[in-house]
């Protein structure tokens, strides 16, 4: 009986099909995900599991041997449900803004998005690390099988030959670069005035380095921990380190904000910026808010001098710097399809392997019964040590050889006839079932 | 002696003014009574009182109610400041100040004699040349009030520029309002003053084609000088005074092109 074949898939929303209001709807954080990828596993039929979810994308990837699109709507549909302000959608409105990638499209699209060309701000590293993350969460539930785990490292070399080999990192531009920028739309000379940045984590540690370069009056890193703000601030140098209930008071003394949590509310709210405002005596307070879910209530902007700014605005600002990676983002999706064929091409060993394997052990099992048999005859019977370990030898030898044409002509089939044709025949040949496709 | 005295103290009143406005905090917690604001508004109240004593015992008394009105709210702010240590209040006696002596000086009926070494003609050219500086830096507040605005509504609204670089900072466009504002201002102050001592010296009665234009102008500097008040003691927003500003532009091309019109509508 043949096993079905496997097929990877990929199914998500991202940036490009969802805006901010809706992407905050389906962020899930990562303990969501560690409690609940084996059972949405399960409850699917699915052979391999990873869960991708950053502020921008919501993303399904794994391997199935059996399902249809509408099967993978329903996993998408119960993982985003994974957070409990999730709205019930429609399968209508769940098709409006899902992509569902299959096998050939889904391995070029993982290996684009851990190489970052499917980001907001093209060639930013955020994501690779996001993305290593999500399979070490995947290993730790045991969603992750052979492909999956193949196509992972797969992935991540890309990403590491696209980041060497172009230059689509080299400018570094990130959304806490972006953010800056837009600060500076406000404030030309940061170094008059007093930053505070809300978070200590990769997005939070970015801006706060950029911040540094134009040596602001005083840095302020916020955080629920102060434990982590006060390692960002060793890292950082001259700055420093504060806990959230700081924040109020920080809120009249400086003149920017950024907030890069995770926090799943608004942790500067329209009141306390208000009140705030007091202080400020007209001069203006600039919110950036790089954070999904957003870390800013968006009512402050409705106050005078408070200039509010969250992720989607500044993707207007780094529209130009997306166009200038544009040549280099062609070079990287060259590299991505040598990523991708080099995979496939390991993808198709699998179907032949067991073939191959089965020859050898043949092979194997050949040797060793005929010997028996000769030795049983009585024949080569004075033979010493040294010359049955040499026959030995040589046969094992004719045996590797055999074994060595036999998968060099399958896996680079001359012919007319496929790989998977000849693993089919040696199959059959020597006693075996063979796999048909 | 008289006029020097005069002039001179309507110059301190004026100078006074201006450094009340420009170093004075609205709530300050060190009370200077030594300030260089609080020490000109003494030496403007001094003047003035010199020029009064000058006039008693020289020619006939000139009974003015605003020079009165002026010493006598000039003296009690330097005494209330030395008391309480209240400086701030300079911020608005100087102005106040300036003002009457203004209309004491345009209402004068018959020119005075010249001063020796005093030229009317340097005077009249000081006057128009400031009074045309003033109006242009006046302008250009307006201009940076209109480019703020419309920047500060873009930002409001997320209407965010291509090239972000390119653009001018608010803040920045903030401070080149603030800059064109005080210049303007102190111009038009000197064309005020240069021309109130003008007028006193040597054309006495206005003639009727002047009294509006002597009025508007008037107008106008209040106006500025309420703008920079506002700013000052009651904190108003960059917004606020951006639109103020470009009213006071609206008030000047008024002053400047529409006094043939309000001169035979106000007759």
Redesign the interface.
């Given at each position: 009986m043949s096993s079905p074949r496997k097929r990877i898939f990929c199914i998500g929303a991202n940036h490009t099909t969802v805006g901010i209001e809706r992407r905050e709807q389906l962020f899930i954080d990562a303990e969501a995900v560690r409690g609940n990828v084996d059972a949405v596993r399960q409850e699917f039929g699915l052979d391999e599991l990873g869960i991708l979810a950053t502020c921008n994308r919501l993303e399904v990837f794994g391997v199935h041997s059996e399902g249809s699109d509408h099967h993978l709507l329903q996993c998408f549909r119960k993982v985003y449900e994974l957070n409990p302000k999730a709205p019930k959608l429609a399968d209508s409105e769940v098709q409006n803004i899902v992509y569902i990638y299959s096998d050939h499209a889904a391995i070029d699209h993982v290996l684009r998005v851990a190489s970052s060309l499917d980001s907001m701000i093209v060639g930013e590293t955020q994501i690779t690390g996001q993305f290593k993350d999500c399979i070490a969460l995947a290993e730790a539930a045991g969603t992750i099988g052979p492909i999956l785990k193949r196509l992972s490292n797969e992935a991540l070399a890309t990403s590491k030959k696209v980041r060497t080999k172009t230059a689509i990192s080299r400018k570094p531009v990130s959304v806490g670069h972006a953010a800056v920028d837009m600060a500076k739309l406000v404030f030309g000379n940061i170094s008059k005035h007093e930053v505070a940045v809300i978070g200590a984590g990769e997005m939070a540690r970015i801006a706060a380095e950029y911040l540094k370069g134009h040596n602001p009056r005083a840095l302020h890193i916020v955080n629920r921990s102060g434990g982590r703000a006060a390692e960002l601030v060793r890292h950082i140098g001259s700055a420093q380190a504060h806990t959230l209930d700081d924040l109020p008071d920080l809120l009249r003394r400086v003149d920017i904000v950024i907030a890069a949590t995770s926090a799943g509310e608004p942790l500067v709210k329209y009141e306390t910026v208000r009140s705030a405002m007091v202080y400020h005596q007209q001069k203006p307070l600039v919110l950036i808010d790089i954070a999904i879910p957003r870390n800013i209530e968006p009512r402050c902007n409705q106050l005078e001098d408070v200039y509010v700014f969250d992720i989607d605005d500044l993707k207007q600002t780094v529209e130009d710097n997306v166009k200038e990676r544009e040549a280099e983002a062609q070079r990287a999706q060259s590299i991505v399809d040598e990523g991708c064929q080099h995979f496939e091409d390991w993808l198709k060993t699998l179907d032949i392997s067991p073939s191959l394997n089965a020859f050898r052990n043949y092979l194997d099992s050949l040797i060793e019964r005929e010997w028996e048999k000769t030795r049983a005859k009585g024949i080569l019977m004075d033979l010493s040590d040294e010359q049955t370990e040499a026959i030995t030898k040589l046969l094992r030898s004719i045996a590797d050889k055999m074994s060595g044409d036999a998968s060099s002509q399958v896996r680079n089939p001359t012919g007319e006839l496929s790989s998977i044709h000849l693993a089919n025949a040696l199959h059959a040949l020597f006693g075996q079932r063979g796999r048909k496709h | 002696m008289y006029h020097v005295f005069l002039y001179l103290s309507l110059i301190l009143f004026a100078l006074s003014g201006a450094l009340s406005l420009r170093l004075e905090r609205a709530v300050s917690p060190l009370r200077k009574r030594n300030s260089p604001a609080s020490i000109l508004l003494f030496s403007a109240a001094l003047s003035l009182t010199l020029g009064f004593v000058s006039q008693y015992h020289g020619a006939a008394w000139e009974e003015s109610a605003a020079l009165l009105l002026a010493g006598a709210v000039a003296w009690v702010a330097v005494i209330v400041s030395l008391r309480s240590g209240l400086t701030q209040i300079g911020m608005l006696v100087s102005p106040l100040c300036t003002l009457l002596l203004f209309l004491h000086l345009f209402s004068r009926r018959e020119p005075q004699s010249m001063t020796p070494g005093l030229s009317a003609s340097i005077l009249g050219g000081l006057h128009v040349l400031t009074a045309i500086l003033g109006q242009a830096f006046a302008l250009c507040a307006a201009a940076a009030a209109a480019i703020f605005l419309v920047q500060r509504r873009a930002?409001?609204r997320?209407q965010?520029?291509?090239?972000?670089?390119g653009?001018?900072?608010?803040?920045?466009m903030e401070r080149l309002l603030t800059f064109f504002l005080w210049i303007g201002f102190v111009f038009i102050s000197i064309g005020m003053v240069s021309g109130a001592i003008y007028t006193h010296q040597f054309v006495g009665e206005l003639p009727t084609q002047f009294i509006s234009k002597v009025v508007w102008a008037s107008l106008v500097w209040v106006w500025y000088l309420m703008i920079l008040m506002a700013r000052r003691i009651l904190?108003?927003?960059?917004?606020r005074v951006a639109l103020l500003s470009m009213g006071g532009a609206a008030l000047l091309t008024l002053s400047f092109f529409g006094l043939s019109f309000f001169r035979t509508w106000g007759m």
């Open positions: - | 930002l409001k997320k965010l520029p291509h090239e972000p670089a653009m001018i900072s608010l803040d920045r904190r108003l927003n960059t917004r």
